[in-house]
């Protein structure tokens, strides 16, 4: 199974987590990121994941490839949610595995920025004033 996903469907972290289990792991780290009820002063009501897939799906597996050269970890895994989510709901997972807690603390990090800043996958938030707006893949507004 890849390692970078993306879900239609809710995410299970403890599934996930346990695909990081290993008798030489002795920390995993993770970070749940989950859908908010403001942005930037706005009340959110819900939003909306796009992703140009075989990009999004190419350059998450890119990103985790980097990882895994870059830190001293044992396995790192993303899923990242697509479709509509409501508040509340769990957007993005990440998860590393390493034999000791700051590579793994080090690693998740470098993930979630990553796929943030380089992952093809959109967001667009509807306010509690009727208007939308959707957002770079690192949360920045796109220019009208």
Not at 27 to 52: D, I, T
Not at 115 to 141: C, M, Q, T
Request: hydrophobic letters at 50%; a negative charge; glycine letters at 8%.
């Amino acid at each position: 199974m890849s390692a970078f996903r993306l879900a239609e469907i809710p995410i299970d972290g403890a599934a996930l987590g346990r695909e990081l289990a290993s008798a030489s792991a002795g920390a995993c780290v993770s970070f749940e990121g989950w859908v908010r009820n403001h942005n930037q002063g706005k009340a959110v009501q819900r939003l909306a994941y796009q992703a140009y897939p075989a990009l999004a799906l190419a350059e998450g597996e890119r990103i985790l490839a980097e990882t895994a050269a870059r830190f001293a970890i044992e396995q790192a895994l993303c899923v990242h949610r697509v479709g509509d989510l409501a508040i509340g709901d769990l957007a993005v997972w990440v998860g590393v595995s390493a034999a000791h807690r700051d590579a793994a603390f080090a690693a998740c990090r470098h993930v979630i920025d990553e796929i943030k800043a380089r992952v093809p996958i959109w967001k667009n938030e509807f306010y509690a004033d009727g208007f939308s707006g959707w957002l770079h893949p690192d949360g920045s507004p796109v220019a009208e």
